[in-house]
Every structure is written in C-alpha cells, then in structure tokens.
C-alpha cells in the first residue's frame, strides 16, 4: 500500500518507527521498495555518491528532476521525497515555490525536503499553500557546509540547543510534515522528538527519533574511504560486485564465459548450407 504523510503521521503517533533510504535510480528504487521501506529519499547527496561531487552544492534542478523522475518509475509503495538542491528555494519564496512545484510535476515526487529552521518558514508556508508536502532538514545540513566550517556535529553548547529546539517548532507551525534531523545528540534529538507532534526522522541522532534514514551506498558497503560514527554497514555489497567483476575478467580471458548455455543454437543443415556457399 502506498505511504504518504498519514502513514508517517500515524506511525508517529503509535510508536512504530519509520525507514527511510536514499536512491537515486530505477533499479536501485524498485529494490528498496520492494523491500517495504516506508520512504525513499532522492538526496542532493546524489552531488557526492552519484556525479562525484565534493558537496552537494553544485547539484541542479535538472540533477534533482532527472534522478527523481527514474526513482518515482521503479518504487510504487514508499513516500517520495526529493531534495531541494542548494539555491533552488533560499533566493526567494516564489522560485521556493516554482522549483518544489518542478519535483512534483517533472519527476513525480510526493513532497519536497528542504534545509533550515526559521529562516526557511515563509518558504515552508508557501509550498505547503500550493499544496506541496514539505519534509524540513535540521542539525548538520550539508548546504551549510561552508558556514560550519566542515561536516561538524550541531547542537552541542545550550545556545545552540535551544536554537534547533526552536526551529524545529517554528517548521512544525509553518506546516513540515516531516523532518530530518542529522548530526545532532541522541540526547536533543530525543527532546525534539517529544516536543513535535510530525515526526522526526534520524541520521547522526540517535535511537529515539520517530524513524531513521541512511545513504544507501554507505549502509551497503558501496562507498570506500572515511565513513560517519553514524554509519552502520548492514551488507559489503561492494565487496561482492568488486568479486563479480573479477570472475567476469577471468572467465572471459579464460574463454569459459559465455559457456555453452549463454549462446544461441542454430539447426546444423542450416551452418552446413552456409559454409558451402561461402566457399
Ligand atoms: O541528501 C541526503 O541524502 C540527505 C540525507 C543524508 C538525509 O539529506
């Protein structure tokens, strides 16, 4: 059965914790939701796992559009949430409002994330008016990356921590169905939680948010080099594809593959006819 906002809504209310994942492709999408994950997420972390991207900050429209469009193709049950890529919606409430209205209609998504707390508010309303579900991002958000100084854990000194509370009751009453909470303490995520009646999705928060959501490439192995505390590998996909590949090589440089059952039979008489006539 197809997720929306209800179901996360409802699952908020009876306890029962939410998944999300990222994917970017067909193929990839039609997997994880086959697999019953409530949401998918087409993350601007696409910039780094998909184009090779240092950041997410040279991601486009068209980037975003493109790789929603294939993922809404191949999942038919999960929630679809397409990011909101860096200046698609800080300039002003009205292209806010044309590029999220751009995810919906060219590449099929079911609401639209976007970054920030108070700031983004009029943003926030305005989508949510043209009736465009809103998820909100808070904590460690990667567009910001040039103003944290790096990837930096937020919410740790009192000031801080009374600012994410605050911005994340000011997204709730701007109208967020949603919201994402990355690189922040168990502890403030958990008090976050209690404080919104939307649910509060984790990465690089802890166990008591409503629901979690992981990159797919790092939660299966793909991705090499540093990973986050936060990152657990549940499969070494990686692994098995660089093993595949090499008995690929092999086997063709063999001569092995294609085997007998890989080719195409043709009637005997049918060979003999043509290499008397092709002498
Ligand atoms: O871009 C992304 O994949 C994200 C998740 C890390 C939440 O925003």
Redo the contacts with the bound molecule.
């Keep these: 059965m197809k997720n929306t906002v209800s179901t996360l809504l409802r699952q908020k209310q009876s306890g029962d914790k939410i998944t999300m994942l ?1 994917a970017y492709d067909y193929t990839t999408a039609k997997i994880i939701d086959e697999c019953g994950v409530n949401a998918i ?1 087409i ?3 696409l910039g780094m796992v998909m184009l090779g991207y240092e950041n ?1 900050l040279p991601v486009t429209m068209e980037d975003m559009i493109h790789h929603t469009a294939a993922v809404s193709r191949g999942a038919e049950n999960a929630f679809i949430v397409a ?1 909101m890529p860096f200046m698609s919606y800080q300039v002003s409430v009205q292209e806010a409002v044309i590029n999220a209205g751009r995810l919906i209609k060219e590449g099929g998504a079911n609401a639209v ?1 976007l970054e920030g707390g108070a700031e983004v508010c009029e943003q926030i309303k305005a989508i949510v008016n043209a009736s465009v579900p809103v998820v909100a ?1 808070l904590g460690l958000t ?1 567009q910001s990356v040039n103003a944290f100084g790096g990837f930096k854990v937020q919410g740790k000194s009192l000031d801080k921590a009374k600012k994410l509370i605050d911005d994340a009751l000011k997204i709730q009453e701007a109208g967020a169905c949603a919201v ?1 909470l ?1 690189g922040i303490p168990a502890k403030l995520a958990d008090i976050i939680t209690g404080k919104l009646f939307i649910p509060t999705i984790g ?1 690089g928060a802890g166990s008591g948010c409503d629901g979690q ?1 992981l ?1 797919y490439q790092d939660m299966l192995g793909l991705t090499t080099g540093h990973t986050a505390k936060f990152v657990k590998r549940f499969a070494e996909v990686g692994a098995l594809m660089r093993k595949g590949i090499a008995d690929y090589i092999s086997e063709t440089r063999e001569g092995t593959f294609p085997a007998e059952e890989h080719s195409y039979a043709i009637e005997d008489d049918v060979i003999e006819q043509l290499m008397r006539e092709e002498k």
């Design positions: 990222t997420l993350g601007d972390s997410t990011d994330k991002h990667p994402v990355e990465i959501v990159v």
